[in-house]
């Protein structure tokens, strides 16, 4: 027979000192220093480990037992809609294209995620961070497994899903997203922690999930939506961890803040250039709408960003730099993102389109500083010249941004009619940049910028061709060998939605759906 | 005075959950999203551990809050009986 022994059940902070503090210990056999080599070289300065403080007090235990229900509630509803042929009652198809941009430029950065916090958390001699990094680390894998599960459904009947592995090292707009990550990742473990734990989930990882997936639920994407509420649901977690760790910093050594300070200058900078794709997702990509790119912009940058940093300034910390422009950035860079992507449809693993007339004028209703004068004609000039039979297609490469590594597309802050263009001389090269925050931020690390593998160099190098392609060949079409070299098929995952198989295939299927014939 | 919030997914786990936000922060406002609830309130807000369990009749722990979580602002404070949010300024 059991005998019930009466004990004090311990309270949420004991029981997370014991599961926590109580796992770690000061080294002997080998130095900490040696243990945790990468701890000091940023120059962060920390003088008590203990004083960190998870806010959510989660345990190892209680994690697992949150996270697999999370799993079970994910899994019911991705069979369900993968059972009823979900994929048919989304709004139309060309809402298929915006989770192809998802699957290729975004999950790939969940996984990186899950290398970075496991990487830094094994790098912080402080119990407290690295727990709170291991649970991020496996929530971050949980993310790219549960994204690619639920997408795979879709590759199963639409195109430009098929090699997202392949195509994130090659394809040239996806060395934006990873080597985003890639800077990250290979910063120290400090910086990491500024730059995707604070800088990106904190400040701006609203605007791609809560947005765009509740955007997800209203074009009737259950699959996306759930996989996307089901990874913020870490989320919170994830933010609190970024705050905390930037409280945690601060507070341990005035000599922190200078160099705090410039890393969330940088990692806003670079997460905002990354987030025009969701700003054009939003505006374009999304057949029924729930905001504009503008409206997010404001609820949770300007908003939520706002009172943020102005919680920080007790800490001496100041809002980003360049937010004037960024400011102004928000009437455009939607609009210019899309005409790009547009113009370089034929070497996309997606499709684009001229928006319909109700789109047009929702938009025109949004923006209504910048749409009508600036980038409105050039759509509808466009779609004349489709109508016509010349849909444009940009045969010519662009030049990259040497940083954020996006084609130089963005205008001068104050002139929406000029593009901007910085550039500096280092060593024997000219380095061109799309902005002056990217220009500054190469300026403080050249040795790492100068080695970034831009798409368009690559391919001007001839390093983006099959083995055994001969460029000089008679009749060489650079633009067919690229196109191999990705694995992107030609007629099918590129060109204009208008007249492509997704469209094709989800008519008739659609047909079928309701239709005895 | 800033302002912080929580979003929850809408579903019939969270139903009494934001009744009871609302019912202890009288200053929140529920804004209403597809297939979400985002909760506004100056300053800070809290939940609290009684006011779910008294509308759900059953024990309940604040961690629970995690399966049904989107996102929320200002600084955590989590203990067993409540879950504030708030802004130093
Ligand atoms: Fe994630
Ligand atoms: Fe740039």
């Known amino acids: ?517 | 005075m800033s302002k912080v919030f929580i979003a929850l997914q809408t579903n019939d786990d969270t139903r009494s959950i934001i009744q009871a936000i609302l019912a202890d922060n009288p200053h929140a406002i529920a804004n209403e999203q597809p297939a979400m609830v985002k909760i506004d309130a100056e300053g800070a807000l809290v939940v609290r551990r009684s006011t779910i369990e008294e509308l759900i009749g059953r024990d309940f722990d604040l961690q629970e809050l995690h399966i049904n979580l989107i996102s929320l602002t200002g600084h955590v404070d989590e203990t067993d009986d409540e879950l504030t949010l708030s802004w130093n300024t």
């Open chain 1, 1 to 517: 027979m059991d005998m019930k022994v009466s004990k004090k059940k311990l309270g949420l902070k004991e029981k997370y000192q014991h599961m926590t503090r109580g796992l770690g210990w000061e080294t002997t056999y080998q130095s900490m220093d040696e243990v945790f080599p990468y701890a000091k070289y940023e120059g962060i300065k920390i003088h008590d480990w203990d004083k960190w403080e998870d806010p959510f007090r989660l345990t190892m235990d209680a994690y697992w037992k949150y996270q697999a229900e999370k799993e079970r509630k994910l899994y019911a509803i991705i069979d369900a809609y993968a059972q009823n042929n979900g994929h048919l009652s989304v709004t139309d198809a060309r809402y298929i294209n915006a989770i192809k941009l998802f699957l290729n430029g975004i999950s790939p950065l969940e996984y990186m995620a899950h290398r970075g916090f496991a990487h830094a958390g094994r790098q912080f001699p402080g119990v407290g961070p690295r727990v709170a990094c291991l649970m991020q680390s496996l929530d971050e894998i949980r993310h790219a497994q549960t994204q690619i599960h639920s997408l795979s459904n879709y590759n199963k009947y639409y195109n430009g899903f098929h090699e997202y592995r392949h195509m994130l090292e090659r394809v040239w707009y996806l060395s934006v997203p990873r080597s985003f990550f890639d800077d990250a990742y290979t910063a120290g473990p400090f910086e990491f922690m500024v730059a995707i734990g604070f800088s990106f989930e904190y400040v701006l990882t609203n605007l791609l999930f809560v947005p765009f997936v509740s955007g997800a639920a209203y074009n009737g994407d259950m699959g996306t939506m759930t996989f996307g509420f089901s990874a913020q649901s870490d989320e919170a977690r994830h933010m609190t961890l970024g705050l905390e760790v930037i409280k945690f910093i601060l507070e341990q050594d005035p000599d922190n803040l200078p160099i705090v300070q410039q890393w969330i200058d940088k990692w806003t900078w670079r997460g905002y250039r990354v987030l025009t794709l969701v700003g054009m997702m939003m505006d374009y990509m999304l057949p029924k709408r729930i905001m504009s790119w503008k409206e997010a912009w404001e609820v949770y940058f300007e908003e939520n960003g706002g009172a943020l940093f102005k919680d920080l300034a007790r800490y001496g910390i100041r809002p980003p730099k360049w937010l004037d422009q960024i400011e102004q950035d928000k009437d455009h860079i939607s609009h210019q993102a899309w005409a790009t992507f547009y113009n370089y449809a034929a070497a996309c693993n997606f499709h684009t389109w001229i928006p319909t007339d109700d789109e047009l004028d929702w938009l025109s209703q949004k923006y209504p500083n910048s749409f009508d004068k600036y980038y409105r004609p050039r759509l509808e000039h466009w779609r004349e010249e489709a109508k016509k039979g010349n849909r444009f297609y940009n045969k010519t490469l662009p030049m990259l941004c040497q940083t954020c590594q996006i084609p130089m597309i963005f205008t001068e802050p104050g002139d929406p009619t000029q593009i901007c263009y910085r550039e500096v001389d280092y060593k024997d090269n000219k380095y061109h940049f799309c902005s002056d925050g990217c220009k500054e931020i190469f300026e403080h690390e050249p040795e790492k910028y100068i080695q970034a593998w831009l798409p368009v160099h690559q391919i001007y190098q001839g390093n983006c061709f099959n083995e055994g392609v001969d460029p000089t060949a008679e009749g060489f079409d650079p633009l067919a060998a690229v196109l191999d070299y990705y694995h992107l098929n030609f007629g099918r995952d590129n060109l204009d939605f208008d007249g492509s198989e997704d469209q094709k295939n989800f008519e008739a299927w659609r047909g079928m759906a309701t239709k005895n014939t």
